[in-house]
């Protein structure tokens, strides 16, 4: 074998692994990225949920004071009672 085939052989050898080397962390780098991407949609879910729940609970809340303030003006000695206290 020649001196220029031997040199051709290794760097087209060398060429190959390096792409293969490079496709292989691509891959893995790619799948750490869509994995982020996961969690940053769960972690989104749950602050939606928590958002949610305390709107829900604040609502619940002004119904409550809605449905009293209702009830006291309907009932005149409900509305005493409540001054008073």
Do not use: C, W
């Amino acid at each position: 074998m020649s001196v220029a085939a031997k040199i051709s052989l290794v760097l087209s050898v060398g060429f190959a692994g390096g792409v293969i080397g490079y496709v292989h962390y691509k891959q893995s780098s790619d799948r750490a990225r869509l994995h982020e991407g996961v969690v940053k949609d769960i972690e989104r879910q749950q602050r939606r949920k928590i958002e949610n729940t305390y709107l829900l609970q604040k609502q619940i809340d002004l119904t409550t004071q809605l449905k009293d303030m209702e009830a006291a003006e309907s009932n005149p000695d409900l509305k005493q009672n409540t001054n008073i206290q």
